[in-house]
């Protein structure tokens, strides 16, 4: 059932690799359709691949290795929200968007610098939407304490998800995974196993496991995703944002979010005009 929003959401979801996030925000989407996903690494490849001076920037800073700063993630970001009216600092200013080409911009090693009429982050006040069209889920920012706090000078995040599959359950869905490598199809042996094991169902070609798909690389990952979160579950947790949610599958795992964001942002089904 597809439900309305009276208010804004503007949502982050946590959760370490392989617990679906992915997936609830795929669902979240259908069934709330005045969100919106924004993700900071479609908004930097698209930056880039339209060559906007943004764009031109962190290609640059990419080239020579290194990394693109906080504070440019933060500029296209706010570059977004404000393209779509859900932002916009105290006093104004003309965002600038994807469209905007810039033209024999060549940055130098020493000297870069974003456009004039932007504002630094820091120097500005910021008012937002609470329109509930101007609904979000951010994906990929922020990632640590530090970067929740920069994010917070734009607008306030009013509910930040932590999505927890025991650690045992990730790993055992992770290492059953094969694959067909021409294919990419996928096949689980606890839950969507091939007709013969070992082999592909179309081609009867072999499978294969990737080498990052192995028990030891998850058990590192997974308590490196413990040991960097932590202090961010912790920011949101006093901000009184954080909302954890926990299961062994998706399955379990999404009708706790409906309900949940139903009762914080929902104000009911959306009908249709022709349903009867």
């Known amino acids: 059932m597809v439900q309305h929003l009276r208010r804004a959401a503007r949502i982050i979801l946590i959760g370490a690799p392989g617990v679906g996030k992915g997936t609830q925000t795929e669902r979240m989407l259908q069934r709330f359709p005045q969100l919106s996903a924004i993700s900071s690494g479609d908004l930097l490849r698209e930056n880039v691949r339209q060559r906007t001076p943004l764009g031109i920037h962190a290609e640059h800073l990419m080239s020579t290795g290194a990394l693109v700063p906080d504070s440019m993630i933060l500029r296209l970001i706010r570059n977004a929200l404000t393209t779509r009216g859900w932002l916009m600092p105290k006093g104004g200013f003309q ?13 130098s090693s020493t000297e870069i610098d974003f456009p004039t009429t932007i504002p ?3 120097d500005a ?8 069209n101007a609904s979000f889920i951010l994906d990929g ?3 640590t ?45 606890t839950f969507n196993a ?7 169902d179309i081609t009867g070609e072999p499978l294969m496991q990737r080498d990052d798909d192995k028990p030891e690389v998850w058990e590192k990952r997974l308590k490196s995703f413990e040991d960097n979160s932590a202090p961010l579950l912790e920011h949101y947790d ?24 139903g009762k914080r942002f929902g104000a009911g089904p959306l009908y249709k005009y022709n349903q009867v």
């Open 95 to 107: 965002p600038l968007t994807v469209n905007s080409v810039a033209t024999g911009f060549t940055p």
């Open 120 to 122: 630094p982050i820091e």
């Open 125 to 132: 006040e910021y008012e937002y939407s609470d329109d509930a």
């Open 141 to 143: 920012f922020p990632r």
């Open 145 to 189: 304490a530090g970067q929740a706090k920069q994010l917070a000078a734009l607008l306030p995040m009013n509910m930040v998800i932590h999505i927890h599959t025991p650690a045992s359950i990730v790993i055992d869905r992770i290492c059953n995974r094969w694959i067909h490598g021409p294919s990419g199809r996928v096949y689980n042996t």
């Open 194 to 200: 091939p007709k013969n094991p070992g082999f592909d």
């Open 238 to 261: 006093r901000m009184g944002v954080l909302w954890r949610v926990e299961g062994n599958s998706s399955d379990e795992i999404t009708p706790q979010i409906y309900e949940e964001f």
